[in-house]
């Protein structure tokens, strides 16, 4: 449904591309994730795809339509919610959706049984103006209305920032019935807990991949020796960690420290041990721990920069 070759974007006034040669394919029915931070190039992606920026070099096509060639027909069968709130903020949210039905020449009638699980949330307030609404309810306004013409892709450009965590929840419950209905999504986002809620995703940084495949397989690729490590004096603690020879990396993940080592080895782990407690930390805990996408993100970031 969506396929990448080589594309690049480089803006005017830069020698960097914000996209550096993507390559990658996104099949039919998928829900596939784009996940990197802010700056990485994911919003660019997305709006190459959805024909608002035209690319540097490279391809990409969806639903076999070229991206430059064929703008018009490619509008016509993606839905694109932009990671900015950018609907008509003076339009209540029922005039809001019937602007975007009537330019595609629908009516939410028609579609009703795609947008009904969204709808019945928000219909309370369909005579609100959008602009009141709470961050949730925009979002959801800002789905049904990048749904209401029946898209075969649909684009989400970081549509769970800076909404409440049960919000972020029901945005993505609501995304699976949608999947259900054979609707192809590509949804991007800084968070890495949510990558675990697609089935394949790409992790993105500096405009470049650094790995696609499902977020097991990125885990089980994880081959060093990982530890969470805690001790009385965190802070002191990551410093004194990144100067022992034996740590290869060191990361602080809230309550432990992350930390590689050469080897699972229980005599190594008893050697770090009895240097920080010659260092004067107390309360020292250190345990095997299997790593998560943030560290498989931090891991590939590490070898990419080496």
């Not at 397989?217 to 990551?238: E, T, V, W, Y």
């Amino acid at each position: 449904m969506v396929n990448l070759e080589n594309l690049s974007i480089t803006y005017p006034g830069s020698t960097k591309p914000a996209v550096d040669a993507v390559s990658l394919t996104v099949n039919k029915g998928e829900l596939f994730g784009l996940i990197g931070p802010d700056g990485a190039g994911k919003t660019s992606i997305f709006r190459m795809l959805t024909t608002l920026l035209l690319p540097t070099s490279g391809s990409a096509s969806v639903n076999g339509l070229d991206i430059v060639k064929d703008y018009k027909a490619i509008r016509k069968q993606v839905g694109y919610m932009p990671g900015k709130f950018s609907l008509y903020q003076d339009l209540t949210v029922e005039e809001n959706i019937n602007f975007f039905a009537t330019i595609f020449n629908t009516t939410i009638e028609a579609n009703y049984d795609l947008i009904k699980d969204i709808y019945v949330q928000i219909e309370p307030f369909k005579d609100r103006r959008a602009g009141k609404l709470s961050g949730g309810m925009k979002q959801k306004l800002a789905l049904c209305c990048a749904l209401i013409h029946r898209p075969t892709v649909l684009f989400l450009d970081e549509p769970t920032t800076g909404v409440d965590s049960v919000s972020r929840k029901e945005f993505w419950e609501m995304l699976k019935r949608l999947k259900a209905q054979g609707i192809t999504i590509l949804v991007s986002t800084p968070y890495m807990d949510e990558a675990s809620l697609c089935e394949r995703i790409a992790l993105i940084q500096d405009g470049r991949i650094m790995s696609i495949n499902t977020p097991e397989q990125i885990r089980n690729d994880f081959k060093d020796p990982l530890f969470g490590i805690k001790a009385d004096k965190m802070s002191h603690l990551l410093q004194e960690l990144r100067q022992l020879p034996e740590v290869s990396s060191c990361n602080s993940f809230g309550e432990y420290h992350h930390i590689t080592l050469a080897q699972n080895d229980l005599a190594l782990q008893n050697q770090i041990k009895e240097a920080l407690s010659q260092k004067g930390h107390s309360g020292v805990e250190i345990k095997p721990i299997t790593p998560t996408i943030e560290d498989c993100f931090i891991h590939l970031m590490n070898q990419t920069h080496v």
